[in-house]
């Protein structure tokens, strides 16, 4: 019993001062093309309670600048005065190109949100400033190539689908203030007994 209360007081703690658990919505088709394979609708995650603590390679939540209310989910590769360049499905932060290996499922079959259409992407082990995270990309092109300079007090993101992308290339540099760390999936959308998608670490 007293390791159970001692846990129970640990768990209230870190909840209400460190993290909070949070549901990504399965209503917006480009968001969950977008945040695939890390990510799918219904994931339970930790988000940390503290906006604006971020790192390159960090996994964000932050405040969607077209819609009040809403959230975009991307991840942190550029800060201020860093040159971000995306060619095809390639990425480079001041001619420094993204290290890649193969993830151990070579193929992910995605929904286009504009077609709705099932098309398969490649994964890749991508590292993000010693982060390793999976990414897909596709065959075509994901959009016009890109190279910019992140502005002063701004941070650029990039989605882990750089293919059906709903990133800075769609709404542009982010104040990092207004983003919140997804630290940790408690489990996936399908339940407590999909083992491969349980207590998983985001970055």
Same mark, same amino acid.
């Given at each position: ?6 846990? &129970?007081? !640990? ?12 549901? $990504? ?7 969950? &093309?977008s945040i695939a394979p890390t990510l799918g609708a219904g994931d339970v995650v930790l988000v940390?309670?503290? &906006? ?14 077209d819609a009040p209310g809403r959230f975009v989910i991307a991840r942190e590769v550029a800060l201020?005065?860093?040159? $971000?360049?995306?060619? #095809?499905? =390639?990425? +480079? $932060?001041?001619? $420094?190109? %993204? ?10 079959? !995605? ?17 993000? =400033? ?8 596709? +065959?075509?092109?994901? @959009?016009?190539?890109? +190279?910019?300079?992140?502005? #002063? @007090?701004? !941070? ?5 689908? !750089?293919?059906?992308?709903d990133d800075s290339r769609d709404y542009g540099q982010i104040a990092p203030g207004t983003c %919140? ?5 408690? %489990? #996936? ?5 999909? +083992? ?8």
């Amino acid at each position: 019993m007293w390791i159970v209360g001692i846990f &129970a007081v !640990i768990v209230g703690i870190l909840y209400a001062f460190v993290f909070d658990v949070w549901t $990504v919505p399965s209503d917006d088709p480009a968001m969950l &093309a977008s945040i695939a394979p890390t990510l799918g609708a219904g994931d339970v995650v930790l988000v940390s309670r503290h &906006a604006g603590a971020t790192e390159r390679g960090f996994l964000l939540r932050c405040a969607d600048p077209d819609a009040p209310g809403r959230f975009v989910i991307a991840r942190e590769v550029a800060l201020a005065g860093e040159n $971000v360049a995306i060619h #095809g499905d =390639s990425v +480079s $932060v001041d001619r $420094v190109t %993204q290290s890649t290996t193969a993830c151990d499922t070579h193929k992910f079959t !995605i929904e286009n949100p504009a077609t709705h259409e099932p098309t398969e992407l490649d994964c890749y082990r991508t590292d993000t =400033s010693g982060m390793t995270h999976d990414m897909l990309r596709g +065959s075509g092109a994901a @959009g016009d190539d890109v +190279s910019v300079t992140v502005d #002063g @007090g701004r !941070i650029y993101l990039v989605s882990d689908d !750089i293919h059906f992308h709903d990133d800075s290339r769609d709404y542009g540099q982010i104040a990092p203030g207004t983003c %919140q760390h997804l630290v940790f999936r408690l %489990q #996936g959308g399908t339940g407590f007994g999909d +083992s491969a998608r349980r207590f998983t670490l985001l970055w």
